[in-house]
């Protein structure tokens, strides 16, 4: 109506605290998701997020020959899992984010976020930042470029891990528009989860978006490097007066399985822009930044 702001309603939004266990065929592993996205749904969530490597479930499928699966063979399952996320992102009227999963691009892999939508569109997003461990061990190569994409829900950004703990990349995430980061996560310990937990905080603040993170929980004893996962999810907002004072609408138990449910008030995010406390964009000394291929 004139004279009246119109209103956005609440983002739904819900993160798995998937729960990694040996499984024995991708039947398994279907069944599994879908129990997570049907849980969702009936939430009424209108975003999943999968964590980071949840994928890797499929390596401890024992193979012909009782050769061990690596890194290498999972780019064997990419056609089956987009088929299966295709289908419940269709069926459930949901944008599915896939978590990550590793593809075959030219002879290298890579650690891809998968939007799926609704109308049966994917989006990809590779993982930029490589850590030591997805080099040496998993010969991960590392994309090139951070996209947004802008739904008829949301503008949102997938930056996963690692990225987070780099806060250009989340900026430029935050220039191209992004209203909210989705960040999938895989850590094995107390140290990476709160690396990539603080910095969720960290990049929420400076650039006041919500993020949303969960990250893998469980073990996979036949598979290499996920052995152990430490995993939490989380909705997590800038810290000013109308969010919660520890900047969390809501977080999962520590290393339980179990899907976690928020509302992102985006409207209530843009007037804190204008009118918050702080405002850690707008008031951004960008003449005090140079670029840094200049400093020597």
């Not at 209103?7 to 024995?24: E, G, N, W």
């Not at 419940?88 to 590793?102: Q, S, W, Y």
Request: aromatic share 10%; net charge negative; hydrophobic share 40%.
């Amino acid at each position: 109506m004139r004279g009246e702001e119109r209103r956005v309603p609440p983002l739904r939004v819900s993160a798995v605290q998937y729960h990694l266990h040996t499984i024995h065929s991708f039947d398994e592993f279907a069944a599994q998701v879908t129990h997570y996205v049907k849980t969702a749904q009936e939430f009424d969530a209108e975003f999943v997020l999968f964590p980071e490597f949840f994928t890797t479930q499929l390596l401890s499928i024992p193979l012909d020959g009782g050769r061990a699966a690596t890194i290498d063979d999972l780019p064997d399952y990419t056609e089956k899992y987009i088929e299966l996320f295709t289908s419940l992102a269709k069926e459930t009227g949901m944008h599915l984010i896939g978590g990550t999963h590793v593809i075959r691009q030219n002879g290298k892999l890579y650690n891809v976020a998968h939007l799926f939508t609704p109308d049966g569109r994917i989006h990809r997003q590779a993982k930029l930042h490589i850590t030591p461990t997805e080099v040496n061990e998993w010969n991960i190569a590392p994309g090139d470029g951070v996209h947004v994409f802008e739904t008829d829900k949301a503008t949102i950004a997938i930056l996963t891990c690692y990225d987070i703990e780099f806060p250009e990349i989340v900026r430029l995430a935050r220039a191209k528009g992004a209203d909210v980061i989705f960040c999938p996560s895989c850590t094995d310990d107390r140290h990476g989860f709160y690396r990539v937990r603080y910095c969720c905080h960290a990049r929420a603040i400076e650039n006041e978006v919500y993020v949303v993170t969960t990250g893998t929980v469980g073990s996979l004893p036949t598979v290499d490097f996920m052995r152990a996962n430490f995993g939490q999810a989380a909705v997590i907002t800038p810290n000013d007066i109308p969010f919660p004072p520890g900047g969390v609408l809501a977080a999962g138990e520590v290393n339980d399985d179990m899907v976690v449910t928020a509302d992102l008030d985006l409207a209530l995010l843009r007037k804190v822009r204008e009118k918050g406390s702080v405002a850690t964009w707008r008031d951004r000394r960008t003449d005090l930044y140079p670029d840094w291929d200049d400093i020597k």
